[in-house]
């Protein structure tokens, strides 16, 4: 079964308004998460460390004020999309990694995000 | 030059034929090697880890060639079920971070 939930796994909303995406670790503890985005007919592209307890780790090019990511607890991370805008519409992934079961990391289900 | 190069394809096989796709990395201190599937629309599904011995699971077998830096995937016997975007990943740190190429787009065809 799955051991990442993400959820809301479609969104539509109008331009300009800030949208949350979860992601979970179901049965494990996740003291790092990934965020990562993927526009059509392209690969995922990293967008940040989650980090429990402190800053995430944004990569080159990803604004950190406007992709703003919370990983409060051991089994949750979120990413919030600010003021979001047509271009931000893409299919957002997390992922958490648990070496204890002998893969580098298990993906959520991803959250299809579409922007009026 | 991308970290992790695929041709994306899109390969059209007959199903029961044998495919290969290969891979190159540009890190020569990648630490470790996967490939994913990703079916339209879906996340990620990891299909094999790639060990430097070869390594092969049912019809797929997985090669790594660290002199070269790729890696290659070869599917054996075909199935329709086999269609998908096949992910060339790499740990190149160490970490938990993976690098993902563009994919291979591999349709089978009855």
């Known amino acids: 079964g799955a051991v990442v939930s993400q959820h809301p796994s479609w969104v539509i909303c109008k331009s300009g308004t800030s949208v949350k995406i979860e992601c979970r670790s179901l049965d494990f503890q996740a003291t790092t998460m990934f965020w990562y985005r993927q526009f059509p007919k392209q690969s995922l592209m990293l967008m940040a460390t989650?980090?429990?307890?402190?800053?995430?780790?944004?990569e080159q090019g990803v604004e950190k004020d406007k992709f703003l990511i919370n990983h409060a607890s051991l089994t949750l991370s979120t990413l919030t999309v600010t003021s979001a805008h047509p271009e931000d519409s893409s299919f957002y992934i997390c992922?958490?990694?648990?070496?204890?079961?002998?893969?580098?990391?298990?993906f959520g289900d991803g959250t299809r995000l579409s922007i009026l | 030059r991308k970290e992790v190069e695929q041709d994306p394809g899109p390969f059209n096989v007959p199903e029961g034929a044998t495919v290969a796709f290969n891979c190159t990395y540009s890190?020569?201190?990648?630490?470790?090697f996967f490939w994913y599937r990703q079916d339209c629309r879906k996340e990620p599904k990891l299909l094999m880890s790639v060990y430097s011995s070869g390594n092969e699971d049912g019809r797929f077998t997985a090669q790594l060639n660290r002199a070269s830096q790729y890696i290659s995937l070869l599917i054996r016997d075909s199935k329709l079920s086999d269609s998908a975007t096949y992910l060339c990943v790499v740990n190149v740190y160490g970490n938990e971070k993976l690098t993902f190429g563009t994919g291979t787009r591999l349709t089978i065809i009855p």
């Open positions: 992922s958490a990694g648990d070496r204890g079961r002998g893969q580098p990391q298990h």
């Open positions: 890190n020569s201190a990648s630490q470790s």
């Open positions: 989650s980090n429990e307890g402190s800053k995430a780790t944004y």
